[in-house]
């Protein structure tokens, strides 16, 4: 582009406080109206422990699939980025997306470190743009799979997973035919857009898109099954802590941890505060004490949202103290 472009990411300081503070809410009414701490501890003395690491290892594993996407993406548009360079970045950003509410705010940050690695903004925009679309192909197809190999259940529930199902099948139609309408967005930028500089924005945007589609869609469709890959082993952590409580078995357990990580998805609240602990307590309320109970939603939700916002917010602070270290080096 021949024209000056500059951005700008300032971090969401007030999203983040107001994040934190819901997401805290969240364990103290566990603590009030399901379990008293007490008895939580109890529980914990006797939980497996090997089944609490192996859900740590999912979490790790799920970062390193995320890492792989954008570097599948970043590989299509012809400059790739480090893989490890990725995975931490990624990080980071979870943890403002875990802390903003409808989990929006993560993707400016991304766009952002792609920029300040040499792209220009139509670049880093098109890799965050494909790379969202192709984590909620990823997610669509695997939840629908899941849930529709899990049979039969009780009929408290069974309302409420076929809703769920119906849900995700909209869904996928609605993220497949944003694909198309991104690919496809000459036409309409040439009935919204008439400024000269949006339009060159607009057509660098779609030149990097489209090279994602290009042969056959593969760098894309990689993109998809890495993203596949990291809602999988996300969900494989709450499989792996429900094991520890004997919860159902098989593809059961792994759907049943499959419904509570989509609540916190469709929830408003930063981290989906609430919205999990109701879904557990709605699904999880006849095969678990409420001490056991109490004691897997802290358990799941340290895991889950937790250890992600502090090892992210470690790593954004890390990564936000160097840019500002950076910058008055330039100064200078």
Known sequence: MNHIESAEWKV???????GLCAGTLALVLVFTHVVEPRAVLKV???YPMPYLLAALACL??????DGIRMRFLTIGTGKPAPWWVMVLVLIASNFITLVTPFAAGGGPYVAYMLYRQ????PHA???????????QVGLTVLASLVLAGMGSFPPELAASVRYVRLGFAVYFLIVVALIILVYQGRRIQRLIIRRETAGEW???????YRRLFHPWGKHFLRACLAGMGYFGLSYGAGFMILSGFGVSSGLKRYGLSVLLGVAPIIS????????AELVAYHVLEKSLSPDALGTFIVLWRGVSFYIPVVVGGLLLAWQVMRM?????????
């Open 60 to 65: 790790m594993g799920a970062w390193a699939c």
């Open 202 to 208: 607009m057509a660098e945007f779609q030149t990097y």
């Open 125 to 135: 925009a098109a890799l965050v743009a494909a790379g969202g679309l192709a984590s």
């Open 12 to 18: 969401p300081w007030r999203g983040m406080l107001f």
């Open 118 to 121: 040499g792209r220009t903004v």
């Open 268 to 275: 408003p609240i930063p981290g989906g505060a609430g919205a």
């Open 44 to 46: 914990l003395r006797d």
């Open 324 to 332: 500002v270290g950076t910058g008055r080096r330039r100064s200078h």
